[in-house]
């Protein structure tokens, strides 16, 4: 357990921005990552980098969390719940369950990052989120060192959000997460996006978990870039959820607009389409640019700075706000 200096986190984040810690170290254990911030309170604490954006170099030590490891931890005749670490990758987990025919990941196949990034972000795709399978998730206190386990009602889930982005943001470190499930008569959802029309392509009439996760994968490869091609966080921005009221006004002037109920009283539009018909979608302004597949996946050609990528972003979000009157957040932690 070696502390590097002047260490570049280039190939530590998924937009391959060149930006320079001061102090680097990768732990392993618990025990390890209790010992740095005996020593170190104030720490900048990285995953897989896949959420965030560098736009500038981190002045102080930061803490690879590298925890490998996953087993069985419980299991009955319908359930199995799953314990993985925090560095373990997030999509080879998601093929580990499902190569032991464990449900209930499939629709979040392919998404970059480590488990342990996963119930910060609530991260979700095709219909599905974190809530709705992880069972706790255990944590490290930055300041007491103490060991927590967090339930699922205590992780305090909404769209995107979490305790852990809130209330107690950077207080805590998760070193592992585990989830509830399925070993059989697994709840398919292939409703969602283009998922039964991949299976239609593929034809396959009664799908299996492996089939909903390779019709998945199918629909990512062909719409999301990959990062070790194709610098990107995935989607940059965040669906905007927005009073129903303000949508039947917006609907009147912009008839095609979709949206996704939501509440009684909210609904949720697509910021991808936002973009589209705000006209970004392929533009590139040097190295910095909106994918030509997918509006929401901002992305750096070769050299662009995590500032000049920044910039782009705000300027989708003017004109977003400027022409249709909806705010749209970064879904992306800005760093």
Request: glycine content about 6%; overall charge neutral; cysteine-free.
């Given at each position: 357990m070696t502390i590097q200096t002047h260490f570049s986190l280039k190939e530590y984040n998924t937009f391959g921005i060149e930006a320079a810690a001061k102090k680097f170290i990768s732990v392993t254990s618990e025990k390890e990552l209790k010992e740095v911030l005996r020593n170190n309170k104030d720490v900048f604490v990285l995953g897989g980098g896949s959420n965030m954006l560098l736009t500038q170099d981190i002045n102080k030590l930061v803490v690879h969390v590298n925890l490998k490891g996953i087993e069985i931890t419980d299991e009955n005749e319908d359930f199995v719940w799953v314990r993985a670490n925090?560095?373990?990758?997030?999509?080879e987990f998601v093929l580990w369950c499902i190569e032991h025919n464990f449900g209930g990941l499939e629709n979040l196949s392919l998404i970059p990052g480590n488990v342990g990034t996963t119930p910060i972000q609530n991260i979700g795709a095709y219909g599905k989120e974190i809530k709705d399978i992880l069972f706790n998730c255990e944590a490290i206190a930055v300041e007491t060192l103490e060991n927590r386990t967090f339930s699922n009602e205590e992780c305090r889930f909404g769209y995107r959000e979490s305790i852990f982005k809130n209330e107690l943001k950077n207080?805590?470190?998760?070193?592992?997460?585990?989830?509830?499930?399925?070993?059989?008569?697994?709840?398919?959802?292939?409703?969602?996006?283009a998922i039964?029309?991949?299976?239609?392509?593929?034809?396959?009439?009664?799908?299996?978990?492996?089939?909903?996760?390779?019709?998945?994968?199918?629909?990512?490869s062909s719409k999301l870039p990959n990062p070790k091609e194709l610098g990107n966080s995935g989607s940059f921005f965040k669906n905007?959820?927005?009073?129903?009221?303000?949508?039947?006004?917006?609907?009147?002037?912009?008839?095609?607009?979709?949206?996704?109920?939501?509440?009684?009283?909210?609904?949720?539009?697509?910021?991808?389409?936002?973009?589209?018909?705000?006209?970004?979608?392929g533009k590139r302004f040097g190295d910095?640019?909106?994918?030509?597949?997918?509006?929401?996946?901002?992305?750096?050609?070769?050299?662009?700075?995590?500032?000049?990528?920044?910039?782009?972003?705000?300027?989708?979000?003017?004109?977003?706000?400027?022409?249709?009157?909806?705010?749209?957040?970064?879904?992306?932690n800005i760093i």
């Open positions: 925090a560095g373990e990758n997030w999509h207080q805590y470190i998760i070193t592992s997460v585990t989830f509830k499930l399925t070993k059989n008569n697994h709840v398919l959802n292939t409703s969602y996006g039964e029309a991949e299976l239609k392509k593929m034809n396959i009439a009664y799908p299996t978990i492996k089939d909903v996760s390779d019709a998945v994968i199918a629909i990512r905007p959820i927005i009073a129903k009221k303000q949508y039947e006004k917006a609907v009147v002037q912009f008839p095609d607009m979709p949206h996704y109920k939501v509440s009684e009283t909210e609904v949720k539009v697509p910021a991808g389409w936002l973009i589209e018909q705000a006209g970004f979608k910095a640019g909106i994918h030509k597949n997918q509006a929401l996946v901002l992305v750096n050609y070769g050299n662009a700075t995590g500032k000049e990528i920044l910039e782009v972003s705000q300027n989708i979000q003017k004109t977003i706000l400027e022409r249709f009157g909806i705010a749209i957040e970064a879904e992306v």
